[in-house]
């Protein structure tokens, strides 16, 4: 079963407005959250992240928040850019050190 | 600065055959990873391994063999191939696992078809 779970396999956006990428998660174990991001033919790249101390994480344009009670994060991008259509990766760790992926999914930013 | 580095790029396999799938990292970090990458499922933990000398079972482990007798090198190695092991295989490699520097570096990925 999933530990990881991006619900959503696509979504579309227009240039300039905000992508919001959600991910949940069942393991309460996991106390470190990471998204990545991955352009076609090439390894995924880190991106953002948060550790369970916290709810919200922020670099540049950006945000990572995070709800504990619900088991759920979500990747916010504002303003939405071209380059940034890619497929992005939910990951979680725990104390086992596993990193664990969602499914991905993929951002496609309409000029 | 190389980072993470795989080898091969790509492979095509006959059914039953074996091979080994090299990761080399030269950034010193501690924790390693195999993944297997296909459509719809996202990224799945093959193996991992948190220190020379030391392996651990991940996600998706049947089938797969792995080494690390070396810091740098983790080796996953498929004894005898089968046609469900086709995939875009990706190592990965990270310096600690805490609340910094955390984040896991990958390679370039393999693709292999297995026939």
């Not at chain 1, 393991?27 to 790249?45: I, Q």
């Not at chain 2, 993470?4 to 010193?28: E, H, I, W, Y």
């Not at chain 2, 970090?29 to 020379?52: F, K």
């Amino acid at each position: 079963d999933q530990q990881v779970k991006q619900n959503s396999p696509s979504l579309s956006v227009q240039e300039g407005r905000i992508s919001i990428l959600n991910c949940d998660y069942t393991n309460s174990m996991f106390d470190y959250f990471l998204w990545y991001k991955k352009y076609p033919a090439e390894g995924p790249t880190f991106l953002i992240s948060i550790s369970s101390i916290k709810d919200k994480n922020e670099d540049g344009r950006f945000t990572v928040f995070l709800n504990k009670s619900a088991k759920h994060l979500s990747l916010h991008i504002v303003p939405s850019q071209p380059g940034d259509s890619a497929v992005y990766f939910c990951a979680a760790s725990d104390s086992s050190y596993k990193l664990i992926f969602g499914s991905g999914t993929r951002l496609l930013v309409r000029p | 600065n190389a980072g993470v580095t795989q080898t091969p790029k790509f492979r095509v396999l006959k059914t039953g055959q074996s091979m080994t799938l090299l990761c080399a990292q030269d950034m010193n970090h501690e924790y390693m990873y195999w993944y297997r990458q296909d459509p719809g499922m996202g990224l799945r933990l093959i193996h991992y391994s948190v220190g020379e000398g030391t392996t651990a079972k991940g996600e998706v482990p049947d089938g797969y063999n792995v080494s690390r007798l070396k810091k740098q090198n983790f080796l996953l190695g498929l004894e005898s191939a089968a046609p469900s092991q086709t995939s875009v295989y990706f190592c990965a490699s990270s310096k600690y696992r805490g609340t910094v520097n955390t984040e896991a570096f990958f390679g370039q990925g393999t693709r292999l078809t297995v026939v």
